[in-house]
């Protein structure tokens, strides 16, 4: 039996709240919920209608139409939309790649404290791309993300600590501690990172458990990374571990 078609009060009616649980719920029912909201003029809709186009998420993947939706939510004044209008220039979504167009528009959003925009556009600086190379720049934008507790720049920041970047001294007590923290908000490559601390210190059984997360949650590039540094450790498990991994 097909689902009960959305009623018009339905629509006028959906709290953000509301759009954000059809959002994680079945990826179909989530795109037709709301793709009527967001051709209601919901901005909070238009974003995830946006998001759910471009990933292809319970509908076809069409960056191209959600290259237009996040227009429509830059427009209406969301820092998100204008990110991923950002995203879209940066990685050619529907339009040219335009690296100094996706630079300005991180910008915009960066200059209004969003964290996945100071991410986007401290990477932007670290390669040159649209905008000058400056890694003090980028630092400092990497720096304002991770106080909001941006996973991926907390990674950065910790491998700039544990490696020295230009001139900067090594700190290694202080990278543990931001791997610490951007692993346990998830991301992937820190979980990694605090494993092979954890090895140097002997303490496999934390180690493998921060592995087992990385690979659980982890895009294919990580695993297999994961895997061929694994298997040439000395340590069986690690060995073991790796083996697993592979396809």
Request: with cysteine; glycine share 8%.
């Amino acid at each position: 039996m097909s689902p009960p078609p959305v009623t018009l009060a339905e629509i006028r009616e959906a709290s953000a709240g509301r759009l954000a649980a059809a959002f994680a719920g079945p990826p179909a029912e989530a795109a037709r919920w709301i793709a009527a909201a967001a051709r209601a003029g919901h901005a909070e809709a238009a974003l995830l209608f946006g998001q759910i186009l471009a990933d292809g998420r319970g509908v076809a993947r069409d960056r191209a139409a959600a290259l237009g939706w996040f227009r429509v939510a830059h427009a209406a004044g969301d820092v998100r939309g204008t990110t991923m209008l950002g995203r879209c220039h940066e990685l050619g979504w529907g339009v040219a790649t335009d690296f100094p167009a996706a630079a300005a528009l991180y910008a915009q959003a960066a200059a209004r404290g969003h964290d996945w925009a100071q991410y986007n556009l401290a990477t932007l600086h670290v390669r040159g791309a649209g905008v000058p190379r400056d890694r003090a720049r980028a630092v400092a934008l990497f720096r304002a993300a991770a106080a909001q507790g941006h996973a991926k720049s907390l990674t950065v920041l910790a491998r700039f600590l544990e490696e020295g970047w230009d001139d900067a001294p090594r700190d290694p007590a202080s990278a543990r501690r931001l791997y610490a923290a951007a692993a346990e908000a998830g991301d992937c490559r820190a979980q990694y990172s605090l494993g092979t601390l954890l090895v140097e210190d002997g303490r496999l059984p934390e180690a493998l458990a921060w592995f087992r997360r990385a690979a659980d949650g982890g895009p294919p590039d990580v695993r297999r990374a994961m895997a061929a540094r694994l298997a040439a450790r000395p340590e069986a498990a690690l060995r073991d571990f790796a083996a697993a991994l592979a396809p």
